[in-house]
């Protein structure tokens, strides 16, 4: 079982910065796949952002590279989301998640079974 919380989100301005954190609790989380999803209001919750289990491959939203970072520190069972240049739409409550299987290097969406609660980001324009 994982547990996960994030923290980190608020309102800030367009062309701004916020870093999200999704601090998990129970002792395989090294060895998960994380993934960033958000859902604004009226649509689709969707991919931002997956980082496999030991950190070494990364993937990205279009509407996201080059301006968010996902990055995970195993010691503390944390992974980052690092948001720059922050649009409007960027507006959307993030989720983290953990895959549900072990030690892969991509994961399905429907594959992610451990989800937070979620943590408002608002840009302002």
């Known amino acids: 079982q994982v547990k996960l919380v994030e923290s980190g989100g608020g309102l800030v301005q367009a062309g701004g910065s916020l870093r999200l954190s999704c601090a998990a609790s129970?002792?395989?989380?090294?060895?998960?796949?994380i993934g960033w999803f958000r859902q604004a209001p009226g649509k689709e919750r969707e991919f931002v952002a997956e980082?496999?289990?030991?950190?070494?491959?990364?993937q990205y939203a279009d509407s996201v590279k080059g301006r968010f970072t996902i990055s995970r520190d195993n010691a503390k069972n944390t992974v980052y989301l690092q948001m720059n240049s922050l649009k409007p739409e960027d507006s959307a409550v993030y989720y983290c998640?953990?895959?549900?299987?072990?030690?892969?290097?991509?994961?399905?969406?429907?594959?992610?079974?451990?989800w937070g609660q979620g943590t408002q980001v608002t840009v302002s324009s």
């Open positions: 998640a953990a895959d549900r299987a072990y030690f892969r290097n991509s994961t399905p969406q429907n594959d992610y079974g451990y």
């Open positions: 129970g002792d395989t989380f090294s060895s998960r796949s």
């Open positions: 980082l496999n289990w030991n950190g070494g491959m990364r």
